[in-house]
């Protein structure tokens, strides 16, 4: 029969229902099962000090006691293994595919401009949030384990349906205009590379990626190995940080400046970095994403190894990139240049990839600033800026050139796709569990058709805001990571919250202790300080 394997229905069919391995609480139930044993001992009072005999059925290879529904597989599974690396390249994917897709396009303009503005001031920053990506991607990786339900299904299953509908709403709006944002990067960056008009990109976009939704029927591994591929582009950020000509003393120097913490502009900046290292829409997709590999409790050290894995090198991007364009674009704050595009990464790195360093163009020069010092506040301005962009042609070889312009589209491309085949995917599987649909979305159309409706819905709607409005430019990339940065503050409360509850999680995978409290502290100081960074964004735009 096959009962619970070939179905494969929503994993939350009905409020009710059992959840197939989903391990039990302390207290042995499971929340929203019934307990049979209550029964048992309501009709049996004389003998409540006799011993009890359960009853045992079974469900497509599934033990049912006291009304819990165990997994035997998962059950037997729940043993302690050495260590194999088979298992965890099958595991890998969930963790590194988020993590990729975090540090999209709009995360590398915001990581540039962090380091043309402030240098190397916000790296320990950078290096910080590596810890906080992987911390709050694992509570997400232990409340789909051991409830086997995504995020807004968890939700409504712990608080009610209306904080359910409260969050997936904002889940929907902030994938929205994440999306959106991602349109807005790529018009920017092929503009720049190439001169393409952002409306021809966009529209090339958004066939693209209804083509991937398209190839989805061949399965959801499929869907995230070609997600790992593209978002494993943006590691090239990486290797070029070994020739962006960064000085170690400077380097380390840099890293303990906190001269700037009062400017508002260092605020909103900072806000915008946390904004982009702590998507919410990243922990819906990742706990989706593991019900939906259906990892059971014995991988749960290989997941987590997935996550730390996808952590690091996400921030391992960010960080490069502030090094690099602090490095190779320090123009302070009081410089009109510094508003980085795709455009000024290309010139920089094609400066690097040629060997020219700021020494040889001028004795004694260390940064862009020696060489090129910001033009006075006159008339003539626009003229010296001309002077020194014809200038900047002068520090790179055509081929250089060349292969930094490639370089650069090629990466993030690969970031911009994979955050957008992240957000297309987690807003529907957070629709379809509040309706209470089926949420496999990886099968033929005529299965599926709500469910590609509305992944293609959402992708027209972030296009024709995309080609309607000015989004391209580096300053909706900040704002866009800093009302993520907002809007993380109910989303952390319901992750911290759930992982910490004994309703929901068993003492061994609950948050408890010194870590538990730890999570609340900072938790609570990023989302206080994002929201501090959005009324300054507000109040003193840039």
């Avoid at 709009?106 to 290096?127: D, F, I």
């Avoid at 020194?388 to 491309?413: D, F, I, M």
């Amino acid at each position: 029969n096959h009962l619970a394997v070939h179905e494969k229905t929503s994993l939350l069919a009905s409020p009710k229902a059992p959840v197939e391995g989903r391990i039990p609480l302390d207290d042995g139930t499971i929340p929203g099962q019934p307990n049979n044993n209550n029964n048992n001992n309501n009709n049996n009072n004389n003998n409540n000090n006799a011993t009890t005999t359960t009853t045992t059925t079974t469900l497509n290879g599934s033990d049912t006691e006291n009304g819990i529904l165990l997994s035997k597989k998962d059950d037997a599974e729940n043993t302690t293994h050495s260590w194999n690396w088979h298992r965890l390249f099958r595991i890998l994917g969930p963790g590194l595919m988020v993590c990729l897709a975090d540090t999209d396009g709009p995360c590398l303009l915001t990581a540039a401009q962090s380091g043309a503005q402030y240098q190397y001031s916000l790296v320990l920053c950078q290096l910080f949030l590596m810890w906080v990506l992987y911390a709050a991607q694992e509570l997400t990786v232990r409340l789909a384990v051991c409830t086997k339900l995504g995020t807004t299904a968890l939700i409504r299953e712990r608080f009610g349906a209306p904080w359910a509908w409260f969050a997936v709403t904002l889940h929907v709006l902030m994938c929205w205009i994440g999306q959106a944002s991602e349109f807005g990067a790529m018009g920017l960056l092929l503009e720049d590379a190439f001169q393409i008009p952002r409306h021809t990109t966009n529209t090339i976009q958004v066939i693209g990626l209804s083509g991937i939704v398209i190839l989805g029927r061949w399965g959801y591994r499929f869907t995230e190995l070609l997600g790992v591929a593209f978002g494993s582009l943006q590691l090239v950020f990486i290797g070029l940080l070994f020739c962006s000509q960064v000085q170690p003393t400077e380097l380390w120097r840099g890293m303990g400046d906190f001269s700037h913490i009062k400017e508002d502009t260092y605020e909103i900046l900072l806000a915008g970095n946390i904004g982009a290292v702590i998507m919410p829409w990243m922990l819906y997709y990742h706990q989706s994403a593991v019900c939906e590999r259906q990892i059971c409790r014995r991988d749960l050290p290989y997941e987590r190894t997935d996550t730390a894995l996808g952590a690091v090198l996400a921030q391992g991007v960010m960080t490069a990139m502030v090094i690099s364009m602090g490095s190779l674009r320090y123009y302070t704050t009081e410089d009109p240049r510094n508003q980085l595009g795709f455009g000024d990464m290309i010139r920089a790195y094609a400066q690097a990839l040629t060997g020219t360093t700021f020494g040889e163009l001028q004795e004694g020069a260390t940064t862009i600033l020696d060489v090129q010092p910001t033009p006075p506040l006159l008339l003539e301005q626009d003229e010296v800026l001309a002077r020194y962009e014809q200038e900047l042609s002068t520090w790179y070889t055509p081929t250089a050139y060349t292969t930094a312009k490639w370089v650069v589209v090629l990466g993030v491309t690969g970031a911009c796709t994979v955050a957008s085949m992240v957000l297309t995917i987690t807003s529907v599987w957070s629709v379809t569990e509040i309706l209470n649909m089926d949420r496999d979305l990886f099968h033929p159309i005529q299965e599926r058709p709500l469910q590609y409706a509305l992944q293609l819905g959402g992708l027209l709607l972030a296009y024709g805001l995309s080609i309607s409005t000015d989004i391209s430019g580096p300053w909706f990339a900040v704002l866009t990571q800093t009302i993520n940065g907002l809007l993380i503050l109910p989303v952390a409360a319901f992750l911290w919250i759930l992982a910490s509850s004994p309703k929901v999680l068993p003492k061994e995978y609950r948050l408890q202790g010194w870590y538990k409290w730890i999570l609340f502290v900072v938790f609570c100081i990023i989302c206080a300080y994002c929201v501090y960074g959005m009324v300054q964004e507000i109040r003193n735009p840039f």
